[in-house]
């Protein structure tokens, strides 16, 4: 493909002077036309520079780059975010399953984002990670928030309010929706614990992550069990018993 016109925004200039010098160096089909230090800054680049790969990193002074994404007008850029490692940082770029590196960066790994990248944009889906992560910003409802699930055939976006449990398969995770289909997607169940765990998820057992929102009973027993709404009735560790109970004490 073309050469990728990139800018790099963060605060650091030597963070700046480092990602630059890699790029040059290791990622010959990257041409760095500009550079900001902060939120405004990076909006003045990409309005004149109009690139198709922005380095964005997550936190700097007087704004983050979530901030600076929420302004742009129309999201027509693929971002590779730098970030030091922040929970909320990742679970928001995990959703979207966003591209990032963590400070500092590593060469392999640049390379790496670069080419998925460069693959993204040649299958004409440009700027598909990032115009999600900016589609769940603006959705103040969590449950209305996307998630970007990897499959066979490339990617598919659901509403999390449109999966009502997800199953432990191997290194694989099963996921069930509300519409009766499952699917079979290439991560741990961990993985999804950790990204939905904050929106109404909860995990029950080793192998089960429910969507609180269509648990509709609970039977008793040395663990028990919570009934769906769709009738599946998934069994509950002991560890897990007491988060489930006080979670329905608490009238959540």
Do not use: W
């Not at 041409?31 to 800054?41: P, R, S």
């Not at 929706?177 to 961990?190: A, E, F, N, Q």
């Amino acid at each position: 493909m073309n050469t990728l016109k990139a800018i790099i925004i963060d605060d650091e200039a030597i963070s700046r002077e480092t990602l630059r010098t890699y790029l040059d160096r290791y990622c010959d089909k990257v041409d760095v036309l500009g550079e900001a230090d902060g939120v405004a800054t990076g909006l003045e680049q990409i309005k004149l520079h109009k690139p198709n790969l922005v380095f964005l990193d997550v936190e700097m002074p007087y704004g983050n780059a979530f901030d600076l994404l929420e302004q742009v007008e129309e999201v027509n850029f693929e971002t590779i975010f730098v970030t030091a490692y922040s929970q909320y940082a990742l679970k928001a770029l995990n959703l979207s399953a966003a591209y990032y590196l963590l400070k500092p960066v590593d060469v392999d790994e640049l390379i790496e984002a670069v080419n998925k990248v460069e693959d993204n944009i040649a299958k004409n889906n440009q700027a598909f990670h990032t115009k999600i992560l900016v589609e769940n910003l603006r959705t103040m409802q969590q449950q209305s928030h996307k998630v970007v699930l990897p499959v066979m055939e490339g990617f598919e976006v659901v509403k999390m309010k449109d999966i009502t449990r997800c199953q432990a398969n191997g290194n694989f995770t099963d996921i069930f929706m509300t519409s009766g289909k499952k699917k079979m997607i290439c991560r741990p169940l961990k993985h999804f614990e950790e990204i939905l765990g904050e929106s109404g998820f909860m995990r029950v057992h080793r192998a089960h992550v429910i969507n609180l929102e269509y648990v509709v009973g609970y039977i008793k027993g040395k663990a028990g069990q919570v009934r769906m709404e769709d009738g599946t009735e998934i069994q509950v560790s002991s560890s897990y018993k007491k988060l489930l109970m006080d979670h329905f004490a608490q009238g959540k």
